[in-house]
Every structure is written in structure tokens, then in C-alpha cells.
Antibody, heavy 120, light 107 residues
Framework: QVQLQESGPGLVKPSETLSTTCTVSGGSIRSSYWNWIRQSPGKGLEWIGYIHHSGSTNYNPSLKSRVTISLDTSKNQFSLSLSSVTAADTAVYYC??????????????WGQGTLVSVSS | DIQMTQSPSSLSASVGDRVTITCRASQSISSYLNWYYQKPGKAPKLLINGAFNLQSGVPPRFSGSGSGTDFTLTISSLQPEDFAAYYCQQTYNTPWTFGQGTKVDIK
């Protein structure tokens, strides 16, 4: 059974960089699309981007200038870095595995989420 | 970006009711449509992939239909554990986008 677990700082100061990591267990990171999604308090879901097991990335244009997603196959982890954060970046950050089923990518496995607050 | 619009935004229903949630895409997305449900404080869970493919372990009271721009999630007989928020998502084009959600609560 694949499991994902986020680890994050909890609190980040405005203008600094948010960094969070997702550890994958029960399966290899050398397949699938590895995604970050966030959910602001009381709001809906926003896809941030993915890294493919090949190393290729795809980011949401709304965040592209500030986002980097990286992969560490030796640790079975992938990471999110979001620079120049503001209060608007306060959210629960989820990692999720995207797999193709019947030709359509769906997010079948999610981490439990980590709340990151941006405040001085 | 492809905009996903769900209706209604919220609804109240009773156990045993038939519930229908719709999702409309701003352009055709073929069948590249997923449905998730989310309980408060929990991560979303994939219910249906590719517009109508029920995920393993999801009860058959859930069903999905549609293609192109208009999609429907139906719960044939609402159960107590189904009171949650439901989201549609398109993975036809990046950026992959979600609907704003439909909250189903107890009447």
C-alpha cells in the first residue's frame, strides 16, 4: 500500500521560502507523476505542479515564477520550494501521486497534508 | 486555463436521498474528469476516474457520467458517511484544475 507523508515548517515568515518534502513508502518514486496541491483555509483545491519520475516538471502558471519541485530517488522523496511567500500562501499543502488509469491521470494516493502559515 | 464549475455549491439532503452534483468545463475535456470527496480535516479521496470509472473499494451507490463539457456525479442512496465535500478535477490540460466544490450536509 502506497503511503505519502508530508513534512513542513509549520510557520514561514513573509518574503521567505517555503520548503516541504513528501516521503513515499510502499512503492517506488521511479514511476508516476508526483504532485503538490494546496488548499487555503475554507477554500478549494489548487494544483501547484508535478514532477514526473523522468525528472520533467510542469507548474501552474499562476505560481510558476516562484515554484520548484524536485525529486530525490535515493530517499524516495520529492520536495516543493515556494519563494517570496505572502499571507496568501497560507494553506494546507498536500502531496499526491498521479497515475494513469484507463488513459486518464487521477490522484489516487494523497498525504495527510501539512498546514503552512505565513506570518511574521 | 480550463475553468471547472460545480453546481450546486452546497446542498442539504437526508439519508437515503438520491443526490446529483454537476460539473461543467469551460471547454471540452473529453472524459478526462475525476471526482473526489473530502471529509473535514482529511485529504481528498479519489472516487471516480475518467468520468465513470469507479475506484476500487468505492461503493456502487456512486456513479459518474458525461463527456465533453458536462459531467454528473450521482449518489443513488445517500449514507451517513457520504456527508462531505465533493470536487471535480480535469486532467485534460495543465494546469490541472478543480471545481470549487459541493458541500453535502444533513438536512
Amino acid at each position: 500500500q502506497v503511503q505519502l507523508q508530508e513534512s513542513g515548517p509549520g510557520l514561514v515568515k513573509p518574503s521567505e521560502t517555503l520548503s516541504t518534502t513528501c516521503t513515499v513508502s510502499g512503492g517506488s518514486i521511479r514511476s508516476s507523476y508526483w504532485n503538490w496541491i494546496r488548499q487555503s483555509p475554507g477554500k478549494g483545491l489548487e494544483w501547484i505542479g508535478y514532477i514526473h519520475h523522468s525528472g520533467s516538471t510542469n507548474y501552474n502558471p499562476s505560481l510558476k515564477s516562484r515554484v520548484t519541485i524536485s525529486l530525490d530517488t535515493s530517499k524516495n522523496q520529492f520536495s516543493l520550494s515556494l519563494s517570496s511567500v505572502t499571507a496568501a500562501d497560507t494553506a494546507v499543502y498536500y502531496c499526491a501521486r498521479g497515475n494513469m488509469v484507463e488513459g486518464v491521470i487521477g490522484f489516487g494516493y494523497w498525504g495527510q497534508g501539512t498546514l503552512v502559515s505565513v506570518s511574521s | 486555463d480550463i475553468q471547472m464549475t460545480q453546481s450546486p455549491s452546497s446542498l442539504s439532503a437526508s439519508v437515503g436521498d438520491r443526490v446529483t452534483i454537476t460539473c461543467r468545463a469551460s471547454q471540452s475535456i473529453s472524459s478526462y474528469l475525476n471526482w473526489y470527496y473530502q471529509k473535514p480535516g482529511k485529504a481528498p479521496k479519489l472516487l471516480i476516474n475518467g468520468a465513470f470509472n469507479l475506484q476500487s473499494g468505492v461503493p456502487p451507490r456512486f456513479s459518474g457520467s458525461g463527456s465533453g463539457t458536462d459531467f454528473t456525479l450521482t449518489i443513488s442512496s445517500l449514507q451517513p458517511e457520504d456527508f462531505a465535500a465533493y470536487y471535480c478535477q480535469q486532467t485534460y490540460n495543465t494546469p490541472w484544475t478543480f471545481g470549487q466544490g459541493t458541500k453535502v450536509d444533513i438536512k
